[in-house]
């Protein structure tokens, strides 16, 4: 299984962007986003199970929302109002535990890049 990031990009500050991490093979039953901006640890945004669960970070809950197609194995990250602070590079991964913790996904994508600036 491999995941691959897309959608990424310059926007300016209250712009919208939305990423995509499509599973070439079948993904474990947990999707999620994660992002690391300059100089910062990994933060969890956002996961998404096969069952329907979602979860967002409260940091973002008012801006970002998840969706997923099964079908296609792809989550996406729906980001508004997006704010220079959002500005990381984002990863999808993929594991079988429902959690915020890095640690318990066993894959993860390239990363795609996400500028917010004017």
């Known amino acids: 299984v491999q995941l691959q990031a897309s959608g990424g990009g310059l926007v300016q500050p209250g712009g919208s962007l939305r990423l995509s991490c499509a599973a070439s093979g079948r993904a474990y039953s947990v999707l999620a986003w994660f992002r690391q901006g300059p100089g910062k640890d990994r933060e969890f945004v956002a996961m998404?199970?096969?069952?329907?669960?979602?979860h967002i970070a409260d940091s973002v809950k008012d801006r970002f929302s998840i969706s997923r197609d099964n079908a296609k194995n792809t989550v996406y990250l729906q980001m508004n109002s997006l704010k220079p602070e959002d500005t990381s590079v984002y990863y999808c991964?993929?594991?079988?535990?429902?959690?915020?913790?890095?640690?318990?996904?066993?894959?993860w994508g390239q990363g795609t890049l996400v500028t917010v600036s004017s």
């Open positions: 998404s199970s096969s069952g329907g669960n979602e």
């Open positions: 991964a993929t594991g079988n535990a429902f959690s915020t913790l890095d640690w318990l996904y066993g894959l």
